[in-house]
RNA sequence: UCAGAUGGCCGGAUGGCCGCUGGCCCAGCCACCAAAUCGAGAAUGUCUAGGAGCGACUGACGUUUCCCUCUCAAUUUGGUGGCUGGGCUGGAGGAAAGUCCGGGCUCCACGGAAACACGGUGACGGAUAACCUCCGCCCAGGGCGACCUGAGGGACAGCGCCACAGAAAGCACACCGCCUACCCGCGCAAGCGGCGGCAAGGUUGAAAUGGUGCGGUAAGAGCGCACCGCGUCUCCGGCGACGGAGAUGGCAUGGCAAGCCCCACCGGGAGCAAGACCAAAUAGGGAUGGCAUGACGAUCCGUUUCCGGAUUGCCAUCCGGGUGGGUCGCACGAGGCGCGCGGCAAUGCGCGUCCCAGAGGAAUGGCCAUCCCUUCAGCGAUGAAGGACAGAACCCGGCUUACAGGCCAUCUGACGCU
């Protein structure tokens, strides 16, 4: 915990030259998320958590995506919503994105029918939503 | 023109902004390797590394140049890999689906053969790497027709079943019926009763022991005859399934094999998360229970031999820890397209030409605009909503299932015109 608190501040993050995003891509992680801060939209569910000092790499968040079965539909839907949560993340992450975090976007029935407009600003909304509170809770711990 | 049959094809188009991924090329940076050049150093020092040339010389010796060995550093060139940037170029389907068959490929098992078991296939001829596939043909059924449909071997090898209805459903049967010729009794007789004969007609059913007609008879019956069906034999046609003709029998073996079964043929098992390699990590942590608690060996302790003790074992379950990487397999194939030849066709052969997705929480897109199409509203201009089924995962040949809309060709029937 004492390393983490040697980040820049929270405010200083949209400036920041560079976040680079890497994609999520084990099971555990995508768990772990789930575990954390939630934040539904009509368009998808974010979920949220720090990423562990294992994995953890200066400036770089890490993204994953998921889209049941059961929610979406067949192969062909959720390959959609991905991609359309995909092309959300890539607008909005470099935006409102904190750096030393894992981020799970979880697909919804909106997902698909949602106009894209409306799609990047829930996201936008949530990303800051989501900062403010890992704010909190960082200061609470220290 | 309308209605229909069969086969084949397509499966929204164009542009803009921002992205993902494979291949090739260029530039920059970094790392490694190799070579060359230059420099420094080492060997190298009281005893002066070695060699060659040159000068000089009796010789000792002197001097200069060059080559060879090792180390370090720098520069240049080339190669490999990584990162970044730029350019060019490729990037889901007809079913990618279901995972139902058949193969290739991989690993495992296996001495050969046979038998048994299990599973599959089932007219005939062909195609194919192979098939439960495809083509042709035969038979049966359906349709005016083009054409369609068919698990289409065996029911005298055996077992079993045939509900309900019906008189009778497998040693067939006699309910309603038909007859009274022969024989017996009664009666003058008609007739009645008995002994009997029959299965034509009715009824049931998916199915009733050949059908129709004539003769025949007491009434009837393949009892006789003709035609049809069926069986057997012979001849002819066909590679064959089978078809045709003739003779003959006098009607026999009812159905179900998708109940068991019999016959013929085929079949090792598991799958790319197959499998191979590199790197990393772990190299045996703890608990509980069971077995052994011997022998051999090792280590330790008792000073040493003898002797004694301790530790070390195996199996199961649970808990905990580590492993999040990369390369190959893996994209040139029973490959696509075109032409020619053989074949009715499935398809085969030859020639030419092309390279055409390779992801790995899984790319092949996100958004916008215009056009196209469909539906709805509207007299209309137009407006609104929407875009079939569906997403490669080792590859190929099939099958099955889903599918908005559209195009083409051939053929059939009806109507109209010439």
């Known amino acids: ?4 608190s040697s980040r820049p501040e929270p405010e200083s993050t949209a400036p920041t030259p560079a976040l680079t995003i890497e994609r999520l891509k084990h099971r555990p992680d995508f768990l772990r998320c789930a575990r ?3 934040k539904v939209t009509p368009s ?6 720090p ?9 770089c968040a890490r993204v994953g995506f998921t889209a049941t079965r059961k929610t979406i539909g067949g192969a062909v839907q959720r ?5 359309r949560l995909r092309a959300a993340a890539q607008a909005q992450f470099p935006l409102y994105g904190m750096p030393g975090h894992d981020y799970v976007l979880v697909a919804r029935a909106g997902t698909l ?11 936008g909304a ?5 900062q403010e509170k890992l704010g909190q809770m960082r200061i609470l711990s220290i």
């Not at 990423?51 to 400036?59: A, C, D, R, V």
């Not at 390959?79 to 991609?83: S, V």
């Not at 029918?113 to 996201?123: G, I, K, M, Q, W």
């Open 1 to 4: 915990m004492a390393g983490k």
């Open 36 to 38: 954390g801060l939630r």
């Open 44 to 49: 998808f569910a974010l979920e949220a958590a």
């Open 51 to 59: 990423t562990p000092e294992k994995f953890l790499k200066p400036n």
């Open 79 to 83: 390959n959609r919503a991905k991609r």
């Open 113 to 123: 029918t949602r106009p894209f407009v409306e799609l990047l600003a829930d996201l």
């Open 126 to 130: 949530s990303l800051k939503d989501v």
